[in-house]
C-alpha cells in the first residue's frame, strides 16, 4: 500500500508534502496519518529546505477533517484526551518548523483539516466555488480539539473565531480571506505560484483588529460569554446540545493563557466525544454517510432533466437540480406557474451562488417549456403535479411516448402506491419515486421509491441521481405513506388530538421541542398546509386505522389552511407564528412528549417490522433525515434501545390503557429487543 503522504524537493529547495489518503476518495486526519505526518515534518527538517508546502492530491479538496468513524470506537475520555495530547504535539511540530510553511486549500478544507493549517505559518486558498473553509464541529457535539481554538483565536481575534466555531458555518476563499483566516486567495491556476511567493518573500503577520482583541481581555471576557449564551440559547437548550456552552466556558476559562488553552481544549473535548450526546450525533453522521454509499458509483451521467408541475415543488426541484449544475426544462399547462418558479429559481441562485457570473449560468441553464419540449431529451423526467392518480396516469400517457427509450420516469408523489401510477404505462420498468421533502433546499433525504417490479438497476439509477444532486436516497418499498409521511402523521394527528383536548398549541409545541425536535407539530402542520395534513391523513386513515380529530375538517373548510393562508392553529404575520405565552407543570409536558413521540417511534417500529425500510438503521436515518427527529438521541429505534426497550412498551402499554388502542405497542419490538 502506498503511504499517505509523499516529500519531494523542487530545484528551489522548496519541499512539497502531498497528502493523498490511501484506498479512499477523501483526505481525514487518522491516527495512523498523523503519526506518518510527524515522521515526514521531521524528515523535512532534515533536509533544511527554504519552505515547506503542504497540499493534497486529491481533487474533492484538502483534508475533511478527523477520522469521525474512529470517534464512535473510543473507549473512554482518558483515551480520547491521549489522542488529542498527540495531536497537539504533532501540530505544534509543525508551528515550529523554523522555516515557512504554507497550507495549500483547495476543496474542502473542514475541522481537524482547518486545524492543520492553521498551524503553518501560512494559508492560501482557491477562489473556485467548492472551497469550503469550516469548523463543523458544533454538529458532532464537540468543538475544534486539536489547537483550533487556541490558533483561531490568534489568527482571526475573539469573536469572529467564536462565530466561526459556534455557527460550524463554511467560509469561502475570499470570506476566509477577510476574516483573516487565509493569508491569499487566488485562482486555482496561481496556488503553487503563490504559495512559493509566500516562501520566498513572507509577509509580516497582521495582528487581528484592536476590537477582536479586546473581547478577550479578562475584564470582559465574562460579559462576552453571557451574551454568547444567550444568543445560542436561541437556537439550541443546553440540555440537548451542551458542545456551544462548553466551547464559551473553555474560552472564558483560558483564552488569555495558550498553555493553559491546550489543556483545557483537550480535557474538554475528550469529555465531551466520548458522553452520549456526542456519541449519538455520531452516530448520526454515520448513518449520513451509509445512506451516501447506497448510491452506485458507476450509472449512466444525466446532464438534462425534465420536471412537469411548475409549483412550489416542482419548481423548486428544478432550481435544486439547475443548482446541483444540471439543464433543466420545466414544465406547466399554465405561465403564470412557471413564471412564480422562474423567480423562487433566480432567489435561490442569488443565494447559494453569490457571484453573478455563476448565477447566470445557472439561469441560462434553466428553460422554461410549456410545451414540454425537453422531456424528448432528459435522461431523468419528474413528474410533480398535485396528487391525484388519474391526472397523474393521464400525464404518462403523453409523456412516456415522447421520452427517451433509456430515460427515467420518477414521480414525486408523497404517498400514493406505485403500483397504482404504474398500470398503463407501456415501461413500467423504467417507473420509479423519487419523493422529495419541502422546502427542497433544505431537506436533504429523499425516498426512493420501489414497488415489487422495480428492477435493481432502475433503484440503482434513481439512488445515483438522488447522489448526482447532493441529496441522501433512502430506498423504501411502495406503501401508502412511504415511511416519513407514515411515521409523521401519528405524531401531528396526536398533536391535534391534544388541542381537541384543550392543550394550547404553544404547549403542545413545548413539548416537542423539550424532547428536542426542531419544530413543534402543530407549528410545523400550520407550515405544511392544513389541507395538505388533512388529505395526507385521510389517505393513510384507511390502511393504517388512524383517528382523524374533526377539527382538521372543519378548520380546512373555513380556509384556516395554516402559514399560507395566515391562520391556522396559529395566527401568521410575516411568516411567523404569533404565539402567546403559556404554562404547564414538566409532568405535564412529560406526559404530552410520550403521547406525541412514543406514537411516532410505535409506527417506525411497524414500518421496520413490515420490511418498509430494510434494517433499523435506515429507518433512524429516514426519521432523523426526514422529519428532523432529534439527532442528539440518535434516531427513535437507537433512543428506544438506549433507554430500555421493555421500558418504552411498558409505557406504551398504560398509555393504550389511558387513551386507547393508538398506543398499543407493535409486535415489532420484540424483534428489537
Not at 500500500?1 to 479512499?24: G, Q, T
Not at 475533511?64 to 497537539?88: C, P, Q, S
Not at 473581547?215 to 460569554?225: D, Q
Request: with cysteine.
Amino acid at each position: 500500500m502506498k503511504p499517505d503522504w509523499r516529500l519531494e524537493l523542487d530545484d528551489r529547495s522548496i519541499a512539497w508534502l502531498h497528502f493523498d489518503r490511501a484506498d479512499s476518495n477523501t483526505n481525514v486526519l487518522t491516527a495512523q496519518a498523523l503519526e506518518a505526518l510527524d515522521e515526514q515534518l521531521v524528515a523535512a527538517a532534515q533536509q533544511h529546505p527554504r519552505g515547506l508546502v503542504i497540499l493534497s492530491d486529491k481533487p474533492s479538496g484538502f483534508i475533511a477533517g478527523a477520522d469521525v468513524k474512529a470517534f464512535a470506537t473510543l473507549g473512554d475520555a482518558a483515551e480520547a484526551e491521549a489522542l488529542i495530547h498527540r495531536a497537539h504535539e504533532i501540530f505544534q511540530r509543525l508551528e515550529s518548523l523554523s522555516f515557512p510553511t504554507v497550507a495549500l486549500i483547495h476543496g474542502f478544507c473542514l475541522g481537524g483539516g482547518l486545524e492543520l493549517a492553521l498551524a503553518c505559518r501560512y494559508r492560501v486558498a482557491d477562489t473556485g466555488p467548492d472551497t469550503r473553509i469550516g469548523f463543523p464541529e458544533i454538529r458532532l457535539g464537540i468543538f475544534p480539539g486539536f489547537g483550533g481554538t487556541v490558533r483561531t483565536v490568534r489568527r482571526m481575534g475573539h469573536l469572529r473565531a467564536l462565530e466561526l466555531m459556534l455557527s460550524a458555518r463554511n467560509l469561502g476563499a475570499k470570506q476566509a480571506r477577510r476574516a483573516g483566516l487565509v493569508d491569499l486567495a487566488v485562482p486555482g491556476r496561481q496556488l503553487r505560484n503563490a504559495a512559493v511567493q509566500l516562501i520566498e518573500k513572507p509577509p509580516a503577520r497582521k495582528p487581528p483588529p484592536l476590537l477582536q482583541r479586546m473581547a478577550g481581555w479578562a475584564p470582559l471576557r465574562p460579559a462576552v460569554a453571557a451574551l454568547l449564551k444567550k444568543q445560542v440559547r436561541q437556537r439550541v437548550r443546553p440540555e440537548h446540545y451542551p458542545a456551544p456552552f462548553r466551547l464559551i466556558d473553555h474560552w472564558r476559562r483560558s483564552a488569555g493563557h495558550s498553555g493553559e488553552m491546550y489543556r483545557s481544549e483537550a480535557a474538554t473535548v475528550a469529555e465531551l466525544l466520548t458522553g452520549k450526546t456526542a456519541q449519538n450525533l455520531i452516530r448520526v453522521f454515520l448513518l449520513q454517510d451509509r445512506l451516501k454509499s447506497l448510491a452506485p458509483r458507476e450509472m449512466p451521467e444525466v446532464g438534462h432533466v425534465h420536471v412537469v408541475g411548475g409549483g412550489v415543488m416542482g419548481g423548486d426541484i428544478a432550481a435544486w437540480c439547475v443548482l446541483k449544475g444540471l439543464r433543466v426544462t420545466l414544465q406547466d399547462r399554465a405561465p403564470e406557474y412557471l413564471t412564480r418558479a422562474v423567480q423562487r429559481a433566480h432567489e435561490l441562485f442569488r443565494k447559494k451562488l453569490r457571484d453573478r457570473y455563476r448565477v447566470q449560468e445557472a439561469v441560462d441553464r434553466f428553460v422554461p417549456d410549456p410545451d414540454g419540449l425537453g422531456a424528448a431529451r432528459a435522461q431523468v423526467v419528474i413528474e410533480a403535479i398535485y396528487e391525484d392518480p388519474d391526472a397523474k396516469r393521464a400525464l404518462y400517457t403523453s409523456l412516456e411516448p415522447r421520452m427517451d427509450p433509456e430515460a427515467l420516469l420518477a414521480t414525486n408523489t408523497s404517498g400514493i402506491p406505485l403500483e397504482l401510477l404504474a398500470r398503463d404505462l407501456a415501461h413500467p420498468e423504467r417507473f420509479i419515486g423519487l419523493h422529495f421533502f419541502n422546502p427542497v433546499a433544505k431537506m436533504l433525504l429523499v425516498e426512493v421509491v420501489r414497488d415489487d417490479q422495480t428492477p435493481a438497476r432502475t433503484l440503482d439509477r434513481a439512488t445515483a441521481f438522488a447522489r448526482r444532486i447532493g441529496k441522501l436516497p433512502l430506498p423504501v418499498r411502495s406503501r401508502p405513506g412511504f415511511l416519513v409521511n407514515r411515521v409523521l402523521m401519528p405524531y401531528l394527528l396526536e398533536a391535534v388530538i391534544l388541542h381537541e383536548e384543550g392543550v394550547k398549541p404553544e404547549l403542545i409545541d413545548e413539548a416537542a421541542l423539550a424532547f428536542g425536535m426542531p419544530m413543534g407539530p402543530i407549528e410545523l402542520a400550520d407550515t405544511v398546509g392544513l389541507d395538505i395534513a388533512l388529505s395526507v391523513a385521510r389517505e393513510l386513515a384507511e390502511p393504517f386505522g388512524l383517528q382523524v380529530p374533526g377539527i382538521l375538517g372543519r378548520m380546512v373548510e373555513e380556509k384556516r389552511l395554516g402559514r399560507k393562508s395566515g391562520r391556522g392553529f396559529y395566527r401568521w404575520e410575516k411568516g411567523k407564528a404569533v404565539k402567546e405565552k403559556a404554562q404547564a407543570t414538566p409532568e405535564q409536558l412529560a406526559e404530552w412528549s410520550d403521547r406525541l413521540i412514543l406514537r411516532l417511534m410505535n409506527e417506525a417500529m411497524a414500518c421496520l417490522r413490515e420490511g418498509i425500510v430494510e434494517e433499523a438503521d435506515l429507518v433512524d436515518a429516514g426519521i432523523v433525515f426526514g422529519t428532523g427527529f432529534a439527532p442528539f438521541r440518535g434516531g427513535p429505534l437507537h433512543w428506544a434501545r438506549q433507554q430500555g426497550v421493555d421500558k418504552l412498551v411498558a409505557r406504551l402499554e398504560a398509555l393504550a390503557r389511558e387513551q386507547g388502542e393508538r398506543f398499543q405497542p407493535d409486535e415489532g419490538w420484540k424483534m428489537l429487543a
